[in-house]
């Protein structure tokens, strides 16, 4: 049966991240993807010019009904839209005992624009008590109390290297016991990174709905993602749209 994908996230109206990047990552990694969106945004390569919080009832209508009709392999969350929305996620998923969920905690956009705020946050912590796999940026990880987090919530934490300074990145993977793994690649020199995060989180979910190990998953989900960036098709003023690998 084809791996079935759940995600939970905001649309992106410029289709470079989001619901539209999670749709074509699950979608070209052979998955098949079902959405809940939690909020509906203006935004561009430039900024968020206007977010829609989705009402916390509409999200979980949209996640009863495919949950109890399709059923789901594994759940990515994304931006979350709104404290409420969180808390009503976590109570659905925690049912969901042996199925894999990443959770990418979206605070920021590329762009800088806030996309949750100080509430949201803080209900963060009932979804990384229940996440397989945490996938924070080096920003997202500061707020969330930093390498503590696995020990205080239980998770595993794959921290992004992406918005470090040096030109080599690490990506670090670890849960209260220590380091698991970490990966090392060189920067890719381009602005055109609009949708990595999402874009990770999505591929991750998929390569474990499809039975990888969560190494063997990152594995996979790196080397989408940067086939991804190496491709970005140059739209846009700003912090533009990747593109899509061509062996997807």
Known sequence: MIARVLIIAGSDSGGGAGI???????????????????????????????????????????????LSDIGVDAVKIGMIGSAATAHAAADILSGLEKTPIIFDPVMVATSGSVLAD??????????????????PNIPELEALGGDSIAKRFGCTVLAKGGHGE???????????????????????????????????ASAMATGLAQGLGIVSAIDMARRYVRDSIKRA????????????????
């Open 118 to 135: 100080a509430d949201t946050i803080a209900a963060f912590e009932r979804l990384m008590r229940i996440a397989t796999v945490v996938t």
């Open 166 to 200: 040096s030109a080599t990145l690490t990506d670090r993977l670890f849960d209260a016991g220590g380091v698991i793994k970490q990966w090392r690649s060189q920067r890719i020199d381009t602005p055109h990174t609009h949708g990595t995060g999402c874009t990770l």
């Open 233 to 248: 098709p140059g739209l846009g003023a700003g912090h533009g749209p990747m593109g899509v690998p061509r062996h997807a």
């Open 20 to 66: 539209q990047a999670d749709v074509r990552t699950v979608t070209m990694l052979g998955g098949h993807a079902m959405t809940a969106i939690t909020a509906i945004t203006a935004q561009n390569t430039l900024g968020v010019q206007a977010v829609h919080p989705v009402p916390t009832d509409m999200v979980v209508a949209q996640m009863e009904s495919v």
